[in-house]
């Protein structure tokens, strides 16, 4: 008995999957189902019967053609209900069939005395099974009665008496009716458990299986989730939930599925709106819990409550977002103007300084006024670098820095770079070692852009290297992408800093503050672009022992690469381990 009643439940979670739903009420949804189950199961008992009773009278063509009009007949008949309905109608030519085959079967067995005379009680109860109406249990009396009154005024020629073997589809049948009177109790029962759970807790209760179809929901989703409960059932609830939820949601179903009692979770299901001005609906937040039953190994219950508090959390979280990318988007709006505007004067001061420094409109009565014109023209150049580094920053931010990729040769760009921070070098007593791999030859990048790269990194490595040391830069092939990299024998940088680089305005350490001077714009720089090439910047660092910087470049335009900065690539932070960021 335990078999069958797990067959059933078997049974019952392919018809359900089976059957049409849609604008369907949980009692027409019922109907339909138990009509589906009943049509698909009938000729396991019938077939039975036939065979057991033609096979006195006729030979085994005659029963071949029976067979296969009762298989056809009952499966094409549930196939039509589980897709179009039609319950009525169906139920009504089923019912007159069934009646006929019945009357047959009691007259081919032996008439009244025959064991086939029981299953005439199948007309009646598969009737009520089907529409649980007193209507239901009538119409099937009466086919019973015609049913029993057709066998005894039709006669049979060659009908064999009452043999016990027809006793089996009268047991198969019995085995049948207890399995799904059982299961049907053990529902009611948690059923019941639902609608009396929903009452105390305020909530929407759902009745779910394990693979997430629900099959059952209480009222309570009028007036939690505006929704008619026919709405979310078999698939309406997983199409109603968030995209960015469902995984978590089919995580919970199988925990359950793999033995867990219950879980928890808060998710987002889309919900009419309040109002009429968003036809789309709105998604608003729910606690749900989910507890699989002890008595229904397929069962899980889903019970909903309004998730005030994480709607309200996540409406600030989102409006503290948007605050803040407006406030990143002004700031960089405001330096990318004050940049432009303070360009025109210094262009004005350089220019005319080094005018006067060449003494174009007469000599300086005293050597001190050149000296003097000179630090005013060196000032001019270090405060327009600062301004063109802001500017170049902002673009990035704002995502007008367009990349315009062509072929150039790397380890022209590398010396042409080389000559600009040479004289800083040689300053200091710094030699500087070129590792380029002549066989890397021409990339497809932004020249412009790969050349301010190299001079940023050149410049860092020199400024925070001592008298005497050693600055290293190199390139290599990947593959599919050039790693370059520039290497210092510096003061090196801690764990703890590597994190910060790469972000505008940003310095790291004590060290850095005292012994360079800069704005904290040269890494961010070479951060964004090398994101906008669809590349990435690594730093590789240890206190005293010098710092690696490394730019991986694609050798070829990616798929999805952006032309512009379509993202705001310098405001996220940077994964990173204990000695290692990448970018």
Not at 10 to 18: K, Q
Not at 85 to 97: C, D, F, N, Q, V
Not at 149 to 174: F, K, N
Not at 356 to 372: I, N
């Amino acid at each position: 008995m335990v078999k069958l009643r797990a067959l059933c439940a078997s049974a019952t979670e392919g018809c359900r999957r089976l059957v049409d739903t849609a604008g369907l009420t949980a009692e027409g949804v019922g109907v339909r189902l138990r009509m589906t189950q009943t049509l698909i199961a009938a000729p396991a008992v019938a077939v039975s019967a036939t065979a057991l009773t033609l096979s006195q009278v006729d030979g085994p063509a005659t029963l071949a053609v029976a067979n296969f009009l009762i298989f056809g007949a009952c499966w094409l008949a549930g196939l039509f209900v589980a897709s179009y309905g039609k319950e009525k109608l169906i139920g009504a030519l089923s019912l007159a069939g069934a009646a006929v085959l019945a009357g047959g079967l009691i007259a081919l067995g032996g008439g009244l005395a025959s064991p086939m005379a029981v299953l005439a009680l199948a007309l009646v109860f598969e009737p009520w099974w089907v529409w649980r109406s007193e209507r239901a249990i009538l119409v099937g009396v009466i086919a019973a009665v015609g049913a029993v009154v057709a066998s005894t005024l039709v006669p049979v020629a060659g009908a064999g008496g009452a043999s016990a073997t027809l006793w089996l589809p009268v047991m198969i049948y019995g085995m049948t009716i207890a399995a799904r009177l059982m299961k049907s109790e053990s529902s009611e029962s948690n059923g019941a458990t639902s609608f009396e759970l929903a009452e105390a807790l305020d909530a929407a209760v759902l009745r779910l299986t394990v693979t997430g179809e629900v099959s059952d929901v209480t009222e309570k989703t009028r007036d939690l989730m505006r929704l008619p409960p026919e709405l979310l059932l078999q698939q309406g609830l997983f199409d109603r939930v968030h995209v960015a939820d469902r995984v978590a949601y089919m995580c919970a179903l199988s925990d359950l599925r793999n033995g867990a009692k219950n879980r928890q979770l808060d998710m987002r299901v889309r919900l009419p709106a309040e109002n009429s001005e968003s036809l789309a609906g709105v998604y608003e937040w729910f606690s749900a819990e989910f507890v699989r039953l002890p008595s229904d190994e397929t069962g899980v219950i889903a019970i909903f409550r309004e998730a005030q508090d994480v709607s309200e959390l996540n409406a600030r979280v989102e409006l503290s977002e948007e605050r803040a990318a407006q406030a990143e988007l002004s700031k960089a709006s405001f330096l990318a103007a004050v940049s432009h505007e303070l360009r025109t004067p210094l262009n004005a001061i350089i220019g005319f300084s080094d005018m006067l420094t060449h003494e174009l409109y007469g000599r300086f009565a005293d050597p001190r006024q050149k000296e003097h014109v000179a630090l005013i023209s060196e000032a001019g150049n270090h405060l327009l670098g600062v301004v063109n580094a802001i500017l170049d920053v902002s673009k990035i931010e704002l995502g007008a820095y367009s990349i315009i990729r062509e072929p150039f040769n790397l380890g022209a760009t590398v010396s042409t770079s080389l000559s600009m921070i040479s004289v800083q070098a040689e300053r200091k007593d710094i030699a500087i070692d070129v590792q380029i791999d002549p066989a890397i030859g021409e990339i497809d990048a932004d020249v412009r852009a790969i050349r301010q790269i190299l001079i940023n990194l050149l410049s860092n490595a020199v400024k925070f290297t001592p008298e005497g040391g050693t600055v290293a830069i190199g390139a290599s092939d990947d593959g599919s992408a050039v790693r370059i990299w520039v290497k210092d024998t510096g003061v090196g940088i801690a764990p703890q800093d590597i994190a910060r680089l790469g972000q505008a305005f940003v310095q790291a350490g004590d060290d850095y503050a005292r012994r360079g001077d800069g704005t904290g714009l040269g890494l961010a720089l070479v951060k964004g672009l090398a994101q906008l090439h669809g590349g990435s910047l690594t730093i590789e660092s240890e206190v005293g022992a010098g710092t690696t910087a490394i730019v991986s470049i694609p050798k070829t335009h990616q798929a999805g690469e952006p032309g512009q900065a379509e993202v705001q690539i310098l405001r996220n932070g940077l994964d990173h381990g204990a000695f290692r960021k990448t970018a």
